[in-house]
């Protein structure tokens, strides 16, 4: 099977050769196209999706995991709409980043680039397959997609759909492309086509994260776990804090974004566990003994609970006596996603703001708004969680490289 | 000694986090203190360099890596000046990379922050160190470096120096390390050490290379090979064409934006290879059939030749019937490093310009100038052959990555 991905691969490659000429005009419209072809394509991916569904079900998913891999109609409209919005972004490429005239008369200008061959390994979202796609042709690359077994026939269903919309434009269906072998070994193959693959951006849990640090020769960018924080500082609204709390926790509690960990000023923690208390009865709270002498509610947490990104209706809880213990408390256990703080003291949001290490740092906003959509890029490839090339929610710009272009009248070095 | 490496990188990685809020003056004042403590240095420095030399002498270094070695008074004075130099450069710290304000009334901000640990593997050439570092401290970011075991006692005594200027203005002297472990080993070990180190830049040949894809944990940031070709359009200028290829090919053959290949329109190669060689008699030519056919001085080349970078006075040659021959010999031997043009048709320069696929593309001018400081850096941590996170040459803004930082007035996410 490594002889077909390589093959698969170098017509990969050679699509986002083709592509990388495409005008403007041209990728609009092809995104345009698989929109329609998406919604054209409805009852076929949605038969394909039940299938998908019965394997999961006698497979054993779970019933979260079900709901991730089931899409309806109104979830393959958004998914056409999300492709008609990234039509609508303006053309990443050929932007001009910085221009110079040299001492010596050479005009240096910076432009960018396509990246080229653009490859996710990704888990069971079939929505993610034309967001990713939709992105990648947009701003003029390749995308070249591993999803996981469990969305297999949903996914070839819609990369089909996405291939019409190409083929519609008159640009090569293999623009986008479905790794359709989903075993772990053709996995471990995918992630070492560096003669293909530009970048590799890896969504899923810690396995995936490991077997990649372990086997990737591609350049990585790593959508990570997020270890959220929300902090409740003494100067804070509490109204606003409990609001922005049970918002970051309970509004969907397994995203990336959401608050896994609640850290309150000891002069405010004990208004705010009882407030939570009220608010969010279903949230089960692992704290530390400060918060467990506070309310009867909060368990015993562990230095395991305070790094785990729970994806669940669980939060762990601290009790800090100052700002340098919250921040002592995030560096530790951060897992560099996104950080927040509520405190009407703009003194200590701007150190906050300034000293946090994370690819997103908020003031008195939820967590939840570290996305793609939310924060204007119209979509999302994921959300880096590190420091190189992209950080945070990667749109257009993050799929994009830079070129530098020198001109000149003869000149030559002395 | 695994163990020490990682003992050692935590402090780097701690002195990282102390950087990362030193203000830019603090960051100026240690980049000046370094350069008078390297001018304070040189004798010792000088003593360390001959001991190097002689042990390299003794080990049959050729002249050439000699050559590299070597320090004197006018190399350290280079270095201790490139060093003011990056004091001048603007810091790139807090710069706002985009702002907007949401529907919502969420203000969002990007803004440059360091990347952390930036790690560098290099070979013998003892200015790497404190261009390296200079760049690394002006933009708050740690440098831990493994140089060669030819240059280790020169690179002690640089290290001592520069981490001397740190200390003079408070700043902790292990944000400069050197690992004086120059095993392979050890290498290995640096290249896996992704809880410390941010991004690693290996400067060095196809084995470091193919070592850092194999073993490597960290992101990478490749300075790879430069396979830079000089294509002649028919309608060139041969004056400039000459000077060109021949500042190109001689002025310093042995680094990686010297030319390698030369590519001539059928319609000027025989008076191009003429005045060749006429003008520079010394460089050894190897061609294809054309050339061959062309001039008695051509010997045949094949394709491995055509992929190699010789770093010596050698150089490819192709004859092409028109552009889009030489766009696909280019595109079929280039590393993607910096590709030439010359003529005085603006509309074939244009595609020349679009089309190739490199780090940095030129016309009218010798492949020479792709360097940081000539390019306006100051000076560059390596020239990166990759798409990811930084293209072509790299200088102070290369060492940034971002944060997005949000504001609000209590906003939750419906």
């Keep these: 099977m490594t002889e077909d991905l390589y093959e698969l ?24 196209a698989a929109a329609s072809e998406l919604r054209a394509g409805a009852p076929m991916i949605l038969a394909a999706n039940e299938k998908d569904l019965a394997h999961g079900r006698d497979a054993g998913l779970t019933q979260t995991a079900l709901d991730r891999l089931r899409l309806d109609a109104a979830r393959i409209e958004a998914m056409a709409s999300g492709l008609e919005t ?30 080229g061959v653009v ?53 090569p269906r293999e623009a986008i492309a479905l790794v359709e072998d989903t075993s772990h070994e053709t996995a471990i193959a995918f992630m070492r086509l560096h003669e293909v693959i530009d970048v590799l951006v890896p969504r899923g849990g810690p396995s ?36 922005i709390v049970v918002n970051a926790k309970t509004q969907r509690p397994g995203v990336c974004n959401a608050m896994e960990s609640l850290v309150l000023h000891e002069e405010i923690a004990g208004p705010m566990l009882d407030r939570l208390g009220r608010a969010m009865p279903q949230v089960r709270l692992l704290g530390d003994q400060r918060a467990q002498a506070l309310s009867s509610r909060v368990e015993p947490a562990s230095d395991e609970d305070f790094a785990r990104e729970f994806l669940d209706l669980i939060s762990t809880v601290v009790v800090v006596p100052d700002l340098d213990a919250a921040l002592a408390h995030i560096e530790r256990f951060s897992s560099g996603h996104s950080e927040a703080i509520v405190t009407s003291n703009p003194d200590v949001a701007q150190r906050f703001l300034a000293e946090v290490d994370a690819a997103a740092v908020l003031h008195n906003a939820s967590t939840r708004f570290v996305d793609g959509s939310e924060l204007g890029l119209g979509a999302e490839v ?20 830079i070129r530098w272009v020198i001109q000149g009248e003869g000149q030559i070095r002395s």
Excluded at 120 to 128: K, L, Q, T
Excluded at 132 to 154: D, E, K, P, T, Y
Excluded at 382 to 401: D, F, N, V, W
Aim: glycine residues 8%.
């Design 208 to 243: 995936l994260i490991a077997s990649m640090r372990e086997h990737a020769t591609v350049p990585v960018i790593l959508d990570g776990d997020g270890n959220c924080h929300v902090y409740i500082d003494k100067d804070a609204d509490l109204d606003m804090a409990e609001r």
């Design 382 to 401: 994921g959300i880096s969680t590190q420091k190189l090339h992209a950080r945070g929610p990667m749109g257009l710009e993050a799929l994009t490289s």
């Design 86 to 115: 990234v039509a609508a972004l303006s053309d990443p490429i050929g932007t001009v980043v910085s221009t110079d005239v040299r001492p010596n008369g050479l005009r240096v200008t910076r432009v960018r680039a396509p990246l």
């Design 119 to 171: 490859g996710v390994i990704y888990e069971n979202r079939p929505n993610v397959t034309s967001d990713v796609a939709g992105l990648c042709v947009r701003s003029a690359n390749a995308a070249f997609l591993r999803g996981s077994s469990s969305a297999l026939a949903s996914n070839q269903q819609i990369v089909a759909a996405l291939q019409s919309g190409l083929a519609a434009v008159g640009l």
């Design 9 to 32: 691969g170098s017509r990969v490659a050679e699509s986002a050769r083709v592509l990388s000429r495409a005008s403007d005009a041209v990728r609009v419209a092809a995104v345009r």
